[in-house]
Every structure is written in structure tokens, then in C-alpha cells.
């Protein structure tokens, strides 16, 4: 029997719409070994603004996941493909980015994942919370870094995407997250009419780093993301 390993694939994403001469984003799709796997599940992945595909965190979670049998993809937005770039894209460029990229999931309709999962980091998590309260149809959102408020600014909430929601919901923090205060989020959720766990990564900023005296590696924290992502989804799989 010929052995089979996960693959990494990059491919490019046409765009329903040109975006300032751009008409294709990059991704890569992960493909684990033996897919399509029974269980047939896929995890969407959006970078924050300032950021690209390449992010370490993004990297590190999608090689994690595609390694536990997901199908894993991650994407550019448009802005992310010019050298220079504003901080993000219009809101409904960001919007048609992302569906475009579930659709790159299902355009095979012989490998196309049965159950998806959908989620992102900073800017990537509050395209996908919007994207969740649209007919799109997902097992579960994972909110990496929500920007919930402006840095510094709790008082300054922005949740009403937030209350739309109805797929299951997983929130991963930072404790230091200057963009979203712990103790407001928890106060949110509360309003939220679906099923949510928020966890917090000890120490982390909005970038998932920790200060230089901390005894953990990098490799550590995005370890402890992806266990509670993994932990998270393992469940709502199991219930759908």
C-alpha cells in the first residue's frame, strides 16, 4: 500500500468581482492524508489586517489541523496581495473575499468537506462573526482576537454582529488583548443567542505574543489556541 502524508497546496482564488486590478487572492488548502476522510471536515482560516496568509499563527494552526484530518484552508483579502497596502478592504469586498474562499472549498463536489467550520484572526474574526449570521450554511465560528472595542476603548463596544450569530461559537483571547476586555466580552456573550465558550490565553496580546520575560515559546501559545480549537470543534461535530 502506497503511503499518503498531508499535502500543502497554493492555489489562487478568482474574485467575483476585480478588486483595484487584483481578480485572484492567494490560499492554501490543506489537504490531509486520505481525503475525503468519513468525517469530512473543513476549517476556514482569515488573517487579520497587517497581516497575509503567511501570519506564523495561521501557519502553525492550519499544519496542527490538516495533520488531525480537517481540510484547512487559509486566504489572502485583496489588500493583503499588494506590496503596499490600506489597513483592509471595503466591508463587502471583505465579505465577498471570504465567501468566495468556501466556495474554493466546494467547487469539487467529490472532495467537498460535508461539515465546515469558519474563523479568522483580528480584522479575519470579525468578517467571519458577519459572515455567520448569513444563510451560509457552517458547523461553527471561532473568533481569534475579536476586536470587540478600539484599542484602550471598552466603553466603545461593537457587538451587534455578535447577537446574529446562531451557529455555535468559540472566542479565544488574549489576556492582554487591548482590543477586547475580557470582562466586557464575557458581559456580550451573555446576550448572544447561541452556544459559546470563551477562553483566554494567559498573558497574550492581540497578536497572540507574550512578553519577552515569559517562558513560553510562541510555538507554546499557538499550541494552546489550537488545542481549544481543536477541543471546540470536536464537540459541535459530534453534536451536529
Known sequence: MVEQSAQFKEF??????????????????GIPEWWPTCQRIAMVLAHDAGADIHH???????????????????????????????THDSGETLLRTFRAAIGALLHDPTS??????????????????????????????????????????PEKVSAEQLYRITSPTLFVQGSRD???????????VRRMGTTIEVR???????????????????????????????????KHHAAS
Open 56 to 86: 506564523p499563527m495561521l501557519e502553525h494552526l492550519q499544519q496542527r489541523l490538516t495533520h488531525e484530518k480537517f481540510l484547512t484552508l487559509r486566504f489572502n483579502f485583496p489588500f493583503a496581495e499588494l506590496s503596499e497596502h490600506p
Open 200 to 234: 483566554s490565553v494567559h498573558e497574550a496580546d492581540e497578536d497572540f505574543t507574550v512578553p519577552g520575560e515569559s517562558l513560553r515559546s510562541p510555538d507554546e501559545i499557538y499550541d494552546e489556541v489550537f488545542d481549544y480549537l481543536l477541543k471546540w470543534s470536536d
Open 178 to 188: 487591548q482590543h477586547c476586555d475580557l470582562s466586557v466580552l464575557k458581559q456580550v
Open 112 to 153: 467537498a468537506p460535508a461539515h465546515i467550520f469558519i474563523g479568522g484572526h483580528g480584522l479575519g474574526a470579525a468578517v467571519a462573526a458577519q459572515i455567520a449570521t448569513t444563510q451560509i450554511r457552517i458547523e461553527g465560528t471561532f473568533l481569534l482576537s475579536f476586536p470587540l472595542h478600539p484599542p484602550g476603548e
Open 12 to 29: 489562487e482564488i478568482p474574485l467575483p468581482e476585480s478588486v483595484g486590478g487584483i481578480e485572484r487572492v492567494s490560499a492554501v488548502m
